[in-house]
């Protein structure tokens, strides 16, 4: 059996082709980073305009790669099982365009279609890393528009411990990075520059850090940088952009790794996972290890290639859908605020 999945929620369409092993035949991500950059943020009519325009070479190219993958040109949608779709949560304007390319490679072939969450797909990426994982684990969830630490009870059951009640992790790299000029995404080049930085150099609130919930905030230190920045330009002093990235940087990650610690004792998991766009941050990554290390806790991050937006995580969700007969019919429609478990099934994903 194989799985194609398709992936329009914001600026990058992506499918992926994987077996029922969960083995990844192919996968394709083409990005319309380049032009949001000059505004600092993914402009959604933008989005949704190049989704159109890449969506049909994109399946080709993913057929062409899977048939290359199993030694010939390329696959038909004869060789397929299902077709598993990305229907939120995200920009609206960007998922119909997804949604409407999978319903259309349906209608037309007879192959069935099932719904993927997109949060529940940057979750499954840790499978690629981890494939005997197992709940009941805690998941922290970060990237550009959610920031949130879950009590994976069972597959498909999800307890939300708490998320942000303002911005969310990746958007707040974003903004930083968009108030110091450096374009967007913000994350891969400030974690570049914070390597350089000394994370004591300036103090910036951790807000919540003992608020004893989890529950996060982000505007307060988005707008503490953007003070900051502001004041050395005033009084003619010159920046030192890696001690700033840095400081930023360990605010975030100091109060992203203390919640997640009492989230662990709480729960009284021995598993800790992360997933989302900011799973990619090195430091993020070895503070986890170093801390949860200590405790005996095993730490899982997915792989770097399927950190950000990608097909073959939402492969993963649609094929677990797809062995336990979960599928959506003709009529589906693109939710952009589905909460995390919408769409989800509880069979055991496979991935080897
Ligand atoms: P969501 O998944 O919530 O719908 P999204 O799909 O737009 O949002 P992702 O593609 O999962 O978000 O992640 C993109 C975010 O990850 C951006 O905000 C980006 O700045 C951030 N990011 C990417 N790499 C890094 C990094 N090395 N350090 C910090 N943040 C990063
Ligand atoms: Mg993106
Ligand atoms: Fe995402």
Redesign the pocket.
Known sequence: DLVLSIES????TAMAVIDSHGEICANVVATSIDFHARFGG?VPEIASRKHVEAIVGVFEEVMAQAGRHFGCDTLTPADLSCVGVTAG??LVGALVVGVAFAKGLCAATGLPLTAVN??EG?LLANLFETPDLKPPFVAS??????TMLVHVRDWGDYQVLGATIDD????A??KV?KALGLG?????V???LAAKGKKKAIHFPRAMMHSHDYRFSLSGLKTAVITYIEGENKAGRPINLPDLAASF?AA?IDVQVSKAIAAVDETGVSDFCV??????????RAEYRKKFGRRGVRVTVPPMVV???NGAMIAVAALRNYRAGKFADLSLDANPNAKLGCWSSNEKPVVS
């Not at 969830?141 to 959610?146: E, T, Y």
């Not at 967007?184 to 891969?188: E, I, S, V």
């Not at 997933?275 to 993020?284: E, I, R, S």
Request: charged share 15%.
């Open positions: 929620s914001c600026d990058e993914v949560p995200g997109h949060l940057h969830l970060v990237s550009g528009g959610n969310a992790v990746g958007e790299f974003d990075a967007y995404p913000g994350g891969p400030i974690s570049k940087e975030v997933g989302g766009g900011v799973a990619a941050n090195p430091q993020l950190c950000g937006d």
